[in-house]
C-alpha cells in the first residue's frame, strides 16, 4: 500500500472511530483475516478498545502482515474445535481478559458454540458478539437463545458491494488455478451451490466467461430467483453435481457431505468460498480417496474409477491471491467498528440485531468522502 493510500485509511477510519465513539473502556478479541489492508482496521479497533488478542482464521494469513500485526498485538492461534469445548473457551477468556468487558469480533460463528458459558460463568462481562459473516449469523441464529447481543453485518447492505466482488474474486483465482495445470474453464458446465450474494455473483461472473451454469440451493426461493435470471436450477445436490466438470460451493453451512462427493464426475474441479470445514466434508474422505498433489494449490482425489480436483485444500480459493475487493472492504470493516462501539453503549438487548439504517448511511457518507475519487 502506497503511503499516500495509507494515509487516506487511516484517516477514514479515524473519522468512523469519531462519528461511533466507544462506551466504556472494553476488551475486544479479534477473529480477522489477516490480510495486507488488515493493520489499519486492528489499528482503528485499538484506538476505541484495548485489543487483547488478535485470533487470524489460518488459511487467510498473509505472513509479512502477519510479522507486522504480531509486533503490535498479542497473536493467538484459532482452532474451531478448541471454541467447541466450553471449558476450554472459558479457560482462555479467563487468561485472556479476565474481569473485564468484552466484545467478541467474530467471522464464522467461532464463539456460537460456547457463548452461553462465557457469558454466564466468565468474571467479566461479555458485553455482546460483532459476526461479520453469512455462515456465522446461520450459527448464532440457530441457537434456541442468546444469552447478549449479537450484532450481525453479515447481511448489511455495505456488504453487498464486498460480496458482489468476493465472487467475482472466487471465479478469478479458480480460471487461475486451473490455468496453472495447462486446462481452462471456457464453454464447461458449471455448478454453483447456494445463491446468496456471493453465490449470485459467482454465477453471474461464470456465466460472463463463457460457462454453462446451473444453480442449486436447498432454499426453493433462491432457486426461483436463479431461475428468474436465466439459469438452470436442480432441486438436488446429486442432479446439480451430475454434469458438472466445475463445483463452487457458496453455502457457508456444508455444502457437500461424504456421500456427495462420489456423485462428482471424472476430473471435476471443486472449490469453495469459505473454510473447508465450513463447506466441504473432506475429512470423511481420508483413507477412502488418495490425495495426490498435483500443484500447490490442486490435489488430485483418487479411489477406483473415480477421481476429482480440489481446489486450495477446499478452503476459500480467493485467498490464493489474496482476495482484494478494494476500498469497499473499509464499509464492512466500519460497521463492524460502529457496531463495537454500540455494543459498549449497552445499546442493546440480547438476541439478534443489525446496525440502524442512518448508521449505514453516515459510514457510507464518509467513505464517499474518502475513496470517491
Known amino acids: 500500500m502506497e ?15 469519531t462519528r ?27 484506538a476505541t478498545s484495548t485489543v487483547g488478542a488478535v485470533l487470524p482464521k489460518p488459511r487467510s494469513v ?10 503490535a498485538f498479542t497473536i493467538h492461534d484459532l482452532n474451531r474445535e478448541l471454541f467447541a469445548d466450553s471449558t476450554w473457551a472459558l479457560e482462555y477468556l479467563e487468561d485472556t481478559a479476565g474481569g473485564r468487558n468484552v466484545i467478541l469480533i467474530d467471522i464464522g460463528g467461532y464463539f456460537a458454540p460456547c457463548l452461553d458459558t462465557l457469558v454466564e460463568k466468565f468474571s467479566g462481562r461479555v458485553l455482546g458478539v460483532v459476526e461479520d459473516t453469512e455462515n456465522g449469523h446461520q450459527r448464532y441464529a440457530a441457537l434456541d437463545r442468546l444469552p447478549c447481543p449479537v ?22 483465482s479458480t480460471d487461475a488455478l486451473v490455468r496453472a495445470r495447462g486446462d481452462i474453464l471456457t464453454s464447461r ?9 456471493v453465490g449470485r455473483a459467482i454465477a ?21 430467483q436463479a431461475h428468474s435470471q436465466g439459469f438452470r436450477t436442480s432441486a438436488s445436490t446429486a442432479e446439480a453435481l451430475r454434469e458438472a466438470e466445475l463445483v463452487l460451493c457458496a453455502t457457508g453451512n456444508l455444502a457437500l457431505r461424504q456421500g456427495d462427493f462420489s456423485a462428482l464426475r471424472n476430473g471435476a474441479y471443486l472449490a469453495s468460498v469459505t473454510s473447508s470445514e465450513d463447506e466441504l466434508e473432506l475429512g470423511s474422505l481420508h483413507g477412502l480417496y488418495k490425495r495426490t498433489p498435483v500443484s500447490e494449490h490442486l490435489t488430485r482425489y483418487e479411489i477406483t474409477g473415480h477421481y476429482f ?7 476459500a480459493v480467493n485467498f490464493v491471491h489474496g482476495a482484494a475487493v478494494g476500498s469497499y472492504i473499509h464499509l464492512v470493516q466500519a460497521e463492524i467498528l460502529a457496531a463495537t462501539a454500540a455494543l459498549s453503549h449497552g445499546r442493546f438487548q440480547s438476541g439478534l440485531h443489525e446496525m440502524a439504517a442512518p448508521d449505514r448511511q453516515a459510514i457510507a457518507r464518509i467513505w464517499f468522502d474518502f475513496f470517491d475519487r
Open 20 to 46: 461511533f465513539p466507544a462506551g466504556e473502556h472494553v476488551t475486544t478479541l479479534i477473529i480477522t483475516h489477516l490480510l495486507s489492508e488488515r493493520p489499519a482496521f486492528l489499528r482503528a479497533m485499538a
Open 204 to 224: 453471474q461472473t461464470l456465466r460472463a466467461q463463457d460457462l454453462r451454469v446451473t444453480v442449486h440451493d436447498t432454499d426453493p426461493v433462491k432457486r426461483v
Open 3 to 17: 503511503s499516500l493510500e495509507r494515509a487516506r485509511l487511516e484517516a477514514f477510519f479515524r473519522q468512523i472511530t
Open 151 to 172: 450484532v450481525s453485518v453479515a447481511r448489511s447492505p455495505l456488504k453487498d458491494c464486498e460480496d458482489h466482488l468476493v465472487g467475482r474474486s472466487i471465479v478469478f
Open 309 to 315: 480436483y480440489v481446489l486450495a485444500d477446499g478452503g
Open 62 to 71: 498473509d505472513q509479512p502482515t502477519l510479522e507486522k500485526v504480531r509486533r
Open 189 to 197: 458446465n458449471a455448478c454453483v451451490i447456494g445463491f446468496g450474494k
